[in-house]
């Protein structure tokens, strides 16, 4: 399933952030966002994730083949490590989880309650549950926060052999994951330009 | 939904989950009205049933900021709006979720309770039946509130002065059905009103609370 956006117009807090975004996510392939604080990554993603609408423009192929992981993780500290994982993998109507503790070291952790782990241990945990959603299209906000260099090395090969499969990931982060062939997409670029005719501001 | 609704129980029965809480809040309640109103048996028999409704419908209260806010602070509900789950089927097993957790205990505890308040014999049915009508219309308009109020800060106050006037019909009814049938009337009026409200809330109010939900998600 090929992710495609085009000429996508976003805001946020009722303000134009971005404008005229448009790219294309084969399968196979990674996208990188980059950009400074305020450029609106996070929106954009979110708007891809379908959480929020977009003001203009089109994105085809997410839906239902897309999993998305925000900033916070959405795990339950009175749960364990498997039971958070069982959850939702249960959500997206499977039933697997090895695979997925495997890939990020949780095994030695499955028994033990989320709410015991440590911040880089929980966001491991976050983004295994990707693994475990079956879907071919990840959308990842700053997945890489609080993780040590062996975890970020995890993470990248995890994506790597979620690339190999024939998914496909759209990130926004700072760290250089050594993904050769993730492409990146500089987002300063469709900065949306102030209008004159915004808001209040028109009737003066 | 079903991995939900288990989830949902499972984190209620564990540490710091919440379940019990209501039904403690239940019981002080009424055990403290005897205490209030003195020792006369004929004036607490008179307003036993109201009093019971009146104290399970302030118990289901407490309880109500926890169907979506934790979920919400830790971004389970972000996560789960992307997964393949109708926003409405969310929250209706959210409110389904409270009522088995919250709602469920106070109508098997209610005829305990009517002993204490020296309920007329022929009330302890008619308690536990409007009760067991009546809760889930308790809930899901509570989770109706969770989610309008869903991301404000301190948000609990705002949303017990939401919700206590959605509830004022449930509680007339309810509290009529449990009085008409302590004093030995006809209930089935008050009780068919009761049911209609209960159905029609549960029909229609997970639709108004997915699209605030979805409003507040933005």
């Known amino acids: 399933m090929v992710l495609r956006v085009s000429n996508l117009e976003i805001s946020r807090g009722g303000r134009a952030v971005l404008e005229g975004v448009s790219f294309a996510l084969a399968p196979g392939a990674a996208l990188i966002l980059r950009g400074p604080n305020g450029v609106g990554k996070t929106t954009l993603l979110r708007t891809v994730a379908g959480l929020q609408e977009a003001e203009a423009g089109e994105i085809t192929g997410a839906g239902e083949s897309m999993a998305y992981a925000g900033h916070s993780d959405g795990l339950k500290s009175m749960l364990t490590v498997a039971e958070n994982l069982q959850f939702w993998a249960a959500v997206f109507g499977r039933s697997e989880i090895e695979a997925a503790l495997a890939a990020f070291d949780l095994r030695e952790l499955a028994g033990r309650l989320a709410g015991s782990l440590s911040a880089g241990q929980k966001r491991r945990l976050g983004l295994a549950r990707l693994m475990v959603t079956g879907r071919a299209i990840w959308v990842l906000d700053e997945p890489t926060v609080s993780l040590d260099a062996a975890s970020v090395g995890l993470f990248a090969a995890a994506v790597r052999g979620h690339l190999a499969q024939g998914g496909s990931a759209l990130m926004a982060t700072h760290i250089d994951l050594g993904l050769e062939e993730a492409a990146v997409l500089d987002l300063s670029a469709f900065r949306a330009r102030p209008r004159a005719a915004q808001g209040d501001e028109a009737f003066l | ?218």
């Open chain 2, 1 to 218: 939904m079903m991995a939900l609704l288990a989830r949902d129980l499972k984190l209620a029965v564990r540490a710091g989950g919440g379940f019990g809480l209501g039904l403690a809040f239940f019981l002080i309640v009424t055990v403290l009205v005897p205490f209030g109103v003195g020792p006369e048996t004929a004036l607490l028999t008179r307003i036993a049933p109201g009093v019971l409704w009146i104290g399970a419908l302030l118990a289901c209260l407490l309880s109500l900021d926890r169907i979506l806010a934790l979920d919400w602070e830790d971004g389970t509900l972000d996560l789960l709006a992307t997964a393949p789950l109708p926003m409405e089927g969310i929250v209706s097993v959210k409110a389904l979720a409270h009522w088995i957790t919250t709602g469920l205990p106070l109508v098997l505890a209610a005829p305990v309770l009517g002993v204490l308040l020296n309920l007329a014999p022929g009330g302890y049915l008619w308690v536990l039946v409007s009760l067991a009508v009546g809760t889930p219309a308790l809930s899901v308009i509570g989770t109706f509130g969770a989610a309008l109020t869903i991301g404000l800060k301190r948000g609990g106050l705002l949303l017990s002065l939401l919700v206590l006037p959605l509830y004022v019909p449930t509680l007339i009814f309810g509290a009529e059905v449990a009085r008409r049938g302590a004093e030995g009337l006809e209930v089935a009026t008050p009780l068919l009103l009761l049911g209609g409200i209960s159905f029609g809330a549960m029909a229609l109010l997970p639709f108004a609370s997915a699209a605030v939900l979805r409003i507040n998600l933005r």
